[in-house]
């Protein structure tokens, strides 16, 4: 028996190190994003210090291993074998869980989850001993569970969503009154103020403050903090305001970049001290349960785990081993920059490429929170709202979106905020030993002070408030999955003992490795080579070159698309006519984006070269006609298929494929020509129009005939006309893409002509 408990024991130590690294990938938008966001320094200069800030954080975070032993449930009303259950079953459901986030490129709570799989794993087992006693009912159930303070913490971790965001939004509405977007011009003294009272927040909630129950220091330090925390403050702040202006003044540091320095710091330590026990606390429990069972003779079955309710400090070589595998995750993984990515984009202060779409609740938030302000406005003054405007009113940059992200997403005023306020309510939350949600925490600030300096516009509040509320989502699908899954997980190790754990510790591989794959899929999408570019050249000319390879990608993916369309419905294959939708509905959306660029292609052109903008707004227009034709050939085939019609006729096969091979070489000749810019060949093309356009009228021809006399399937016939007849749009869509560059294009540029062929 004690074998299997070894073997377990095992197990949960590779998967806290497996817990280490997906909880870290999701938990790094928390202390990275106000640093990557502003771009203050260079993102190795970010990583090396918040790495610091990690080792130092999970050096301190003995203290906080406790919740996981008591906080949720009452030790002592369990036995050994049980509270093992509980912990493995824990540890499976957490790490499938934030790798499903972390896949999904969302960041959600691992405290959340933690706290809830311990309830949901603790809950389900404690239901099976009540059940199995005769005397007890569920009412009872208050006895296993500690529920002051396990509501303490829901409560607590609900709170601090909306503490967050207030407080961010408020500090950030006041901190910007004060120094404006143009806080370089202001006199030193702006900054170096400001700089005391960030540092000064900093220093003190995060290095003492949080150090509370560390080892760096003792009883006589903290009653010595405590006991003088007015002065110590005051002072701090008058201290670091002099350093600052000093070094401002005589060494020309950027005050604004060296408080996001010390935040990132002061967050990753803060991240690291609260968080540790997400990770490692479970395991670390199982281990001390082992212990304290092993050398006492009693069965598993008999042997109460009251030593869980007792006080046990964790060896530091154990935390210094978890904080660098945090550290090494936070260079080396992917997931946590889409994660960090996610956060950053929603906090983005210019116009970006949104990922998430609007929704009813969002559309109404906007539309009410809208009137609100308006409403508020007809109270103030006039001159007041003028004045507040002016102090909020960000400069305009006009860039195509996706030089946007080359920009900062934000200023370091705004990233110095986030890390200030951030850092002192979770500094706070972890001097209480509360297991405060860092991600909710930094989110919700990142979101207020995103809503203070007016980010959030009118172009791009429903976007924005549906990827929050679609987040927050994610947190409320956190908690319900993590206790439901974990009851399960629970349900099935108690009853399966060694048969299930190897069941479902292959099912966690499988899935692990399922969703890298998924991520590693997407990531190789993001770099395809066939993806559209949005045009930059400020000059006629220059788009046409830019947007020949566009051209040539559209041509070739559409090429293909359309003989998947003909092939699939000759061959009745649900499959890959249903894969051929998901390919044109990835083209239309990149042609989409295309449109949305336009406002910003306008903006970037040369004076003399305006009229580019024409040409650039044809091409769009004609690449949109292309794409609706092919979406909707796409839709009626797999529509066809997919309601069992009957299948086309012989005849009718052969004569698509005719006409399909025919499109082939003219969409081959057309790729050709625009792949190597060989743009007068396009005149040779545009000549065989007459000839395309008559075969696909004779094949309509021919089946008006075969209606009139022997064709008996309403479904079959219109399916066909209307693929014939969407045939012709796309190909007019084409031919009028080809005119436009045509006319366009200076023909003495071009390269000699290749030999096209039939």
């Known amino acids: 028996m004690e074998d299997y408990y070894i073997y377990l024991l095992a197990v949960l130590a590779i998967l806290a190190v497996a817990d280490l690294v997906v909880g870290v990938s999701n938990d790094a938008a928390n202390f990275l994003n106000s640093a990557v966001g502003s771009k203050a320094v260079s993102f190795k200069t970010i990583l090396l210090v918040a790495s610091l800030g990690v080792i130092f954080g999970a050096l301190s975070s003995s203290g906080m291993m406790e919740i996981a032993r008591k906080g949720i449930f009452n030790p002592g009303e369990f036995v050994f074998d049980e509270i093992m259950v509980i912990f493995m079953a824990v540890m499976l459901t957490d790490i499938l869980l934030l790798d499903f986030f972390n896949t999904l490129g969302l960041p959600t709570s691992t405290t ?89 927040s900093i220093i003190y909630f995060i290095l003492i403050k949080g150090l509370k129950s560390s080892p760096f220091m003792n009883s006589e330090m903290m009653k010595a903090v405590t006991s003088n925390t007015f002065f110590l403050i005051a002072g701090g ?139 508020f406005n007809y109270f103030l003054p006039k001159s007041a709202i003028a004045w507040i405007d002016t102090r909020l009113t960000a ?54 002070t995103s809503l203070a300096d007016r980010a959030w516009g009118s172009e791009s509040a429903v976007y924005r408030v549906a990827g929050v509320l679609n987040v927050i989502g994610g947190w409320f699908f956190t908690a319900i999955s993590a206790f439901l899954a974990a009851s399960i997980m629970a349900l099935i190790l108690y009853y399966g003992k060694g048969y299930a754990l190897v069941g479902l510790v292959l099912l966690a591989i499988f899935l692990l490795g399922k969703n890298f794959l998924s991520h590693q899929k997407q990531s190789k999408q993001i770099k395809e080579a066939d993806s559209i570019k949005k045009a930059e050249s400020s000059s006629t000319q220059g788009v046409i070159y830019e947007s020949a390879s566009n051209i040539a990608n559209v041509v070739k993916r559409g090429n293909k698309i359309y003989t998947s369309a003909i092939n699939g419905l000759a061959t009745q294959d649900l499959a890959a006519l249903k894969k051929n939708k998901k390919n044109i509905n990835k083209l239309s959306k990149e042609i989409e984006e295309l449109n949305e660029n336009v406002f910003y292609f306008i903006k970037n052109l040369d004076e003399p070269s305006v009229q580019a903008s024409n040409f650039y707004l044809h091409v769009v227009s004609y690449l949109q006609d ?109 031919m009028n893409l080809l005119e436009e560059y045509y006319n366009a294009h200076d023909s003495s540029v071009a390269p000699a002509k290749p030999n096209l062929s039939e």
């Open 112 to 200: 959340v989850s933690i706290v809830f799989e311990l309830l949901g794993a603790s809950v389900c087992v404690a239901l099976i001993k009540i059940s199995a006693n005769n005397t007890q009912t569920i009412l009872d159930l208050g006895q296993y569970i500690n529920n002051e303070k396990a509501l303490e913490i829901v409560i607590g971790i609900l709170l601090s969503v909306v503490i967050a965001f207030t407080v961010g939004a408020v500090v950030q509405f006041v901190t910007r009154l004060l120094l404006t977007f143009d806080f370089k011009e202001k006199p030193i003294w702006y900054g170096a103020f400001f700089g005391g009272i960030s540092i000064t």
């Open 237 to 375: 702040v008058v201290i670091w305001s002099v350093i600052s202006y000093l070094m401002i003044k005589f060494f020309r540091i950027n005050i604004y970049t060296l408080i996001i320095i010390f935040g990132t710091f002061a967050l990753a330590m803060a991240f690291a001290g609260n968080d540790m026990v997400n990770f490692i606390g479970v395991p670390i429990a199982a281990f001390n349960s082992w212990e304290a069972w092993s050398v006492s003779g009693i069965s598993p079955s008999m042997y109460s785990m009251t030593v869980l309710e007792e006080q046990i400090q964790t060896q530091p070589l154990i935390l210094l081993f978890a904080g660098l595998i945090m550290v090494l995750t936070l260079w080396f993984s992917s997931k946590a920059r889409a994660v960090i990515k996610t956060s950053v984009d929603l906090s983005r202060q210019e116009e970006v490429k949104e990922r998430f779409e609007p929704n009813y609740l969002s559309r109404g938030i906007v539309r009410n929170v809208s009137g609100v302000g308006r409403a």
């Open 395 to 448: 400069p305009t940059t006009v860039l195509a979106v996706e030089k946007k992200e080359d920009l900062p997403a934000f200023d370091l005023v705004r990233a110095a905020v986030n890390l200030m306020v951030a850092s002192l309510l979770i500094s706070m939350a972890t001097s209480m030993k509360l297991p405060l949600s860092t991600t909710y925490v930094t989110f919700m600030v990142a979101m207020g």
């Open 626 to 734: 292309m794409a609706q034709s092919l979406e909707y050939i796409s839709k009626i085939s797999h529509k066809h298929v997919n309601n069992n019609h009957k299948k086309l006729k012989f005849s009718q096969i052969k004569e698509l494929k005719e006409v399909d091979e025919r499109f082939e070489r003219f969409f081959s000749n057309t790729q050709k020509a625009f792949e190597t810019n060989s743009f007068e060949d396009i005149g040779i093309i545009l000549g065989r129009k007459k000839e395309i356009m008559s075969l696909v009228t004779d094949k309509i021809q021919k089946q008006v005939e075969r209606t009139r006399k022997e064709e008996s399937s309403p479904k079959n016939t219109t399916l066909y006309f209307n693929i014939l007849l969407e045939t012709k749009d796309l190909l007019t869509a084409t």
